[in-house]
């Protein structure tokens, strides 16, 4: 089992930061890779950003790539959203998940994941 815990949200203004943080426990945070979805009211959860276990390389929905990044820490078992030049668009509860991947690829659907976090609200004021 991998426990995941998000923190880090708010209500931040259009243009500005928030970085996300995401604290793992329970296995081998390195086996995992890891995934940053989000969810706004009457829609379906999205795929945001993904790192695979090394943190060598990343991948961005075209609705955020250029203003989010995705990163790790693996001595810590975090992961982070850096979140700049926010939009209204950007409000939604944000979830990091987990798969086990041995190799350097990460899943883009909710169903590749095995373990979620309770989320985290970003709300983004105009």
């Known amino acids: 089992q991998v426990q995941l815990v998000e923190s880090g949200g708010g209500l931040v203004q259009t243009g500005g930061s928030l970085r996300l943080s995401c604290a793992a426990s329970?296995?081998?945070?390195?086996?995992?890779?890891m995934g940053w979805f989000r969810q706004a009211p009457g829609k379906e959860r999205e795929f945001v950003a993904g790192?695979?276990?090394?943190?060598?390389?990343?991948y961005y929905s075209d609705s955020v790539k250029g203003r989010f990044t995705a990163s790790r820490d693996n001595a810590k078992n975090t992961v982070y959203l850096q979140m700049n030049s926010l939009k209204p668009e950007d409000t939604a509860v944000y979830y990091c998940?987990?798969?086990?991947?041995?190799?350097?690829?990460?899943?883009?659907?909710?169903?590749?994941?095995?373990?979620w976090g309770q989320g985290t609200q970003v709300t983004v004021s105009s």
């Open positions: 790192i695979s276990w090394s943190g060598d390389y990343t």
């Open positions: 329970g296995r081998t945070f390195s086996n995992y890779a």
């Open positions: 998940a987990a798969h086990i991947s041995a190799t350097l690829r990460v899943g883009r659907r909710p169903n590749e994941f095995n373990y």
